[in-house]
């Protein structure tokens, strides 16, 4: 079982910057790739960004340029730095892992484990 917490949200404004933390336990992530979702009130859960154990990197078209995920093995972390924010990237940030190499990162359904998330809100 891998236990996954997500941190770092909080309020800003547009344009501002966040990082999210997602720190794992009960396993070592260096061979699980990893996953970062989103979900705003009334929506569906979307994709933002994934990497895979080889840290090969993948981003919705929505957030390229303006996020990137990268992983710390040695700490059991990974992290989604989040530049130039817009007001509709408000919405609970979702850490999850998968086992699996082979397969759609961006389908939720891939995954294995999940964070509770975290908030993060945009002011415009």
């Known amino acids: 079982q891998v236990q996954l917490v997500e941190s770092g949200g909080g309020l800003v404004q547009a344009g501002g910057s966040l990082r999210l933390s997602c720190a794992a336990s009960?396993?070592?992530?260096?061979?699980?790739?990893m996953g970062w979702f989103r979900q705003a009130p009334g929506k569906e859960r979307e994709f933002v960004a994934a990497?895979?154990?080889?840290?090969?990197?993948y981003y919705a078209d929505f957030v390229k340029g303006r996020f990137t995920i990268s992983r710390a093995n040695a700490k059991n972390t990974v992290y989604l730095q989040m530049n130039s924010l817009k007001p509709e990237d408000t919405a609970v940030y979702f850490c999850?892992?998968?086992?699996?190499?082979?397969?759609?990162?961006?389908?939720?359904?891939?995954?294995?484990?999940w964070g509770q998330g975290t908030q993060v809100t945009v002011s415009s």
């Open positions: 990497i895979t154990r080889d840290s090969y990197t």
């Open positions: 009960g396993r070592t992530i260096s061979n699980y790739g």
């Open positions: 999850a892992a998968r086992v699996a190499y082979i397969g759609i990162y961006a389908s939720k359904d891939n995954y294995d484990y």
